[in-house]
């Protein structure tokens, strides 16, 4: 990811705390799975895992940010080299949080198996959206690694669609819930889980804009796609 500089300390340093939010990425990503897995089997036991995970994650996080600190204090970098830390720490806020919406949907699954209410209700759904938000999340680290710009945009676009996904499962909860009132409770359990997956989506397209941040210096956020792709030209 770095670009080589004078120092060979300072790459070292760039490429170990690079090394760890891939690292800290992956151990996200398998809370994903697992939280997926969890929901797509009512598995207790998936669930646990999530949340056993969480830990790790967490002190992840704070290992990391301990680095970066270490690391301006000691290089007091500039232009493109301050973006990048500053991308870095961004970008382990934001798996952190990805971790807790992970946790979150392992949680209410662990509410849902106990309640034994949700079955009938349209759960598989939210695999698509699961496995969408999943994809883009790798994808996102992955381009962050490279500090690929196209791919960047192009998760942009791909958020959109994640966002179909969960306006269509909460149109289609709310006909359940119209149709038979006793789902209304039930219902309400997978709009919480289907607004946790749309929220890691949100995480991926965060760690895109990153990447244009740190590429061009300028905060993309809350622009639109066409100032996006301007920005970039």
Do not use: C
Request: charged letters at 30%.
């Amino acid at each position: 990811m770095p670009e080589k500089h004078l120092s060979t300390q300072f790459d070292a340093d760039l490429n170990g705390v690079s090394s760890r939010v891939m690292e800290l990425g992956g151990l996200v990503e398998s809370q994903i799975h697992q939280a997926i897995y969890s929901l797509s089997q009512f598995s207790p036991e998936a669930a646990d895992q999530v949340i056993e995970i969480e830990h790790r994650v967490n002190a992840m996080e704070i290992e990391i940010d301990r680095d970066l600190a270490s690391i301006i204090a000691r290089r007091q970098p500039t232009a493109r080299d301050l973006r990048l830390l500053l991308a870095i720490s961004k970008t382990t806020a934001n798996l952190e949080r990805v971790g807790d919406e992970a946790s979150k949907i392992a949680r209410m699954v662990k509410s849902i198996i106990e309640s034994g209410a949700a079955r009938q209700l349209p759960s598989s759904d939210l695999r698509v959206a699961a496995d969408l938000a999943s994809g883009l999340l790798r994808k996102a680290l992955d381009a962050f690694a490279r500090l690929d710009t196209s791919t960047a945009v192009s998760i942009l676009k791909e958020d959109d669609q994640i966002d179909r996904e969960f306006d269509g499962f909460v149109r289609k909860l709310i006909t359940y819930m119209m149709e038979d009132p006793r789902t209304i409770s039930p219902s309400l359990d997978l709009l919480f889980l289907a607004k946790a997956i749309e929220r890691i989506g949100d995480h991926a397209k965060n760690i895109a804009e990153f990447i244009i941040y740190v590429v061009k210096g300028t905060d993309v956020r809350h622009a639109s796609i066409d100032d996006v792709e301007s920005a970039l030209r």
